[in-house]
């Protein structure tokens, strides 16, 4: 399975962008899909994640009303929608897939693959 993060970029406070992911493989439908977050000097953090139909999402707390994540299985694409940004939310953003099952969707190891990453940096 290979990721294909796009949509980083430079935005002013209070502004949106929405961050693609791009999955190769025919069983996309079958990932539990995840977005992580990297700030310099930071660990890697839990953002959202979205269970295979996308029936059930979950968010970290920092960006609940905010971010949307969502998913298209015809086009093997999961999208992070961000509202509302933040200085605080610049980082470099990750997208995993989980091959398994919905369970520890908000801890890293449980994800199997990762895209590059795409940075979004937020000006005040």
């Known amino acids: 399975v290979q990721l294909q993060a796009s949509g980083g970029g430079l935005v002013q406070a209070g502004g949106s962008l929405r961050l693609s992911c791009a999955a190769s493989?025919?069983?996309?439908?079958?990932?539990?899909m995840g977005w992580f977050r990297q700030a310099p000097g930071k660990e890697r953090e839990f953002v959202a994640a979205i269970s295979w139909t996308g029936s059930r999402t979950h968010y970290a707390d920092s960006v609940k009303g905010r971010f949307t994540i969502s998913r298209d299985n015809a086009k093997n694409t999961v999208y992070l929608q961000i509202n509302s940004l933040k200085p605080e939310d610049t980082a470099v953003y990750y997208c995993a897939a989980d091959t398994s099952y919905y369970s520890d969707y908000d801890k890293a190891p449980s994800y199997d693959y990762w895209g590059q990453g795409t940075l979004v940096t937020v000006s005040s």
């Open positions: 493989g025919r069983t996309f439908s079958r990932y539990v």
